[in-house]
Each structure stands twice: as structure tokens, then as C-alpha cells.
């Protein structure tokens, strides 16, 4: 008798070692995230992991169980997201406030009028993760380990400021 349907969950060791051979190399910093969306766009809320490997990081998401999508409307196709920069292409590596991420992300803040959150103001609100790129894009994530990645992407406290 099957009482749940579910299917085998990966082995974790097997999936970082896939992962390693797939993307050249060993996975050093890793973390839970969520891409809340790109600057100008729309907002995406897609969880998932995002890692370093060498000189690139990379996000990418997993399918979520909905159930209640399969009672509604039956099961949707999932579709893989991930990407990768690699971290000289990183201009901004900061901390913002969630809200000025998502009007950011709604085209209703230029990323240009973005500011770092104060350690003070970390206290009031759920700081987010901004990275600007070279090419303009810039990407917002909510992420667990969100100091320890501004510093590990940026070199510390040049983080907070622009390079030029």
C-alpha cells in the first residue's frame, strides 16, 4: 500500500557532486534564496539556492509541490530558472530595504536612488540583497546568509559602495 505519493528526494551529496562536475569545479559558498526579481521588472518571488563555484555565481530554482494548484487547475509545467554572473561583473553588492527592492523592481524607484541599509534600520526591515552588474542589470535576492555573501562576492567593506 502507498500512502503518499511522492517521489525520492535526491541524495544532497549526490546532488552537490553533480552539480561540481556540471559546473567545472567545487561549490564553496552556498545559501537558501529567493530571486525577488530585476530592476524594472517584474517581481518573480522564485526560491531556490544560490552558490559560488570559482569565480561565478550561480541561482537556480526547484519545482515546489503545489498542491493547491493541482485541486484548482492540475498540474502547471515547471519551468527551470538559473543564472549566473561572474563576480567581475559585479559593480553593487549591497543591502537595501525589502521595500525599496520591490518598488525598485516595479519600475517605481530608479536603481540609481537605491540606498544601503543602516545597521540601525536592519532592525526594522528585511534587508535585501542588491547586485548591479556591468551591463545595467540589476537583480534583487532574499537570502539567508546575506552578509556573509555581500562579503564574500565584494571583499567585505568595499561592499557597500560602488566601484567604479
Known sequence: ?????????????EFWQKTAERRGGQVGFLTFA?????????AMELPGLLYVVGDMIWFEDFER?????????GKRKFEKTELSFGRAEIRVSRLVSRSAAMRCIGGGLPVEHLHAVSSVARIFTTPIVQVTLD??????????????FVSEVAGGAAAAAPRP
Open 135 to 148: 551591463n545595467g542589470t540589476t537583480l534583487f535576492f532574499d537570502m539567508i546568509r546575506r552578509l556573509e
Open 1 to 13: 500500500m502507498q500512502l503518499f505519493n511522492r517521489k525520492q528526494e535526491e541524495d544532497p551529496d
Open 65 to 73: 509541490d503545489n498542491w493547491l494548484a493541482r485541486i484548482i487547475g
Open 34 to 42: 529567493t530571486l525577488l526579481g530585476r530592476a524594472g521588472d517584474r
